[in-house]
């Protein structure tokens, strides 16, 4: 796993959650971008390559890093109805997929990372 140093979100994904009535997690090619450069292009568990090409997914999931099931029970998330699209909780991972064999967010399902992958100074480690 890797630490990552979230950045500001994209301009566009703030537009999209912006958006009221908004229910489903829509990924912006912004977005996808802006979490791929923050973490050096390198799926934020098993730290495999991950190819870029724009408009392109090649196999990646966009990740939360508190699970949605568990975001209503997380500060600071607790009290914000659009938790889930929160950029600081977001992460890139590869599609989960090696030989067959389930690994990162495919391995993980709905589950927490119990290894906190941000800055300390964001105050959303794991607790």
């Not at 099931?69 to 599609?95: G, I, M, Q, V, Y």
């Amino acid at each position: 796993m890797i630490k990552i140093n979230k950045g500001a979100q994209p301009i566009s994904w703030a537009e999209v959650i912006a958006t009221p009535g908004i229910t489903e997690f829509e990924a912006s090619a912004d977005l996808r971008r802006s979490l791929l450069e923050e973490q050096g292009h390198l799926c934020a568990y098993c730290m495999r390559r991950i190819k870029y090409t724009e408009g392109e997914t090649h196999n990646t999931k966009i990740e939360h890093i508190i699970s949605r099931t568990h975001l209503a029970e997380r500060e600071p998330f607790a009290s914000d109805p659009k938790r889930e699209f929160r950029f600081e909780n977001l992460a890139l991972c590869c599609d989960g997929f090696t030989d067959g064999e389930e690994h990162c967010d495919t391995f993980k399902k709905s589950d927490s990372v119990s290894f906190n992958l941000y800055s300390e100074a964001l105050g959303i480690g794991n607790q």
